[in-house]
């Protein structure tokens, strides 16, 4: 399983605009310049909103990314803290790649040249019968690759939130936080992680942890 593969991010709530409305805030007006951007800013991997959810336990499971089209994924998850909340959170979610593979096989047969050996039965005391025997006629089947081709496949992987250094909170307050889960691209399954505060008792500082794949949310 590759690793997840993080930058380091800050709390800056304009880190995390949608590439599609990136583009639309680029459109100039009118003309065949605005088509044009409306094409690129189309093809562009689109944000998925995901789900919310609560941080209750040890361990999160999220299911698969949004990956509906069979792009690269690009998810934003809204996570719930509340006092309850363990200090560190592991998120498991699944991510689809593209892998080059054989997708059609042939199989032909080989023909074994013929061949003579002497084939020998045991006997009584100690002696062998042996005869000389020929072999012809006989073939092996050998499968190979006739085409090669994109074979999606799906990959298991983990981030883990750090909340050591976070506001502690009273028994009713609730934080909340988004977390952008990105891939690059199809052709690898490496995602990179960022997060930001949307409701906090505090300013945040979000980053990498230093060992281990994971986000520190750290209260200024």
Do not use: W
């Not at 599609?20 to 003309?31: E, I």
């Not at 089947?141 to 009273?170: I, N, Y």
């Not at 300013?203 to 209260?219: K, Q, V, W």
């Amino acid at each position: 399983m590759q690793k997840l593969h993080r930058k380091e991010q800050g709390s800056d709530l304009s880190q995390f605009h949608d590439s599609n409305s990136y583009q639309t805030n680029k459109y100039p007006s009118g003309g065949e310049k605005m088509k044009k951007l409306i094409l690129i800013a189309m093809a562009l991997p689109m944000m998925a909103f995901g789900q919310e959810v609560m941080l209750d336990k040890k361990t999160v499971n999220v299911g698969a990314l949004n990956q509906e089209t069979n792009a690269a994924a690009n998810e934003l998850i809204t996570i719930k803290r509340t006092a309850k909340t363990p200090k560190k959170v592991t998120l498991k979610f699944t991510v689809n790649s593209m892998e080059k593979k054989c997708v059609e096989f042939v199989t032909k047969q080989v023909d074994i040249p013929e061949f003579t050996q002497v084939v020998c039965e045991k006997a009584l005391a100690g002696q062998h019968d042996c005869a000389e025997q020929i072999y012809s006629g006989l073939f092996n089947a050998k499968t190979s690759c006739a085409k090669e081709g994109l074979v999606r496949k799906t990959t298991s992987q983990e981030l883990v939130l750090d909340f050591k250094k976070a506001v502690k909170l009273s028994k009713t307050a609730t934080e909340t936080f988004q977390i952008n889960i990105k891939q690059k691209r199809m052709s690898s399954d490496d995602t990179s992680a960022a997060g930001k505060a949307v409701d906090a008792a505090s300013l945040y500082e979000i980053g990498s942890r230093t060992f281990g794949n994971g986000l520190r949310f750290r209260a200024k």
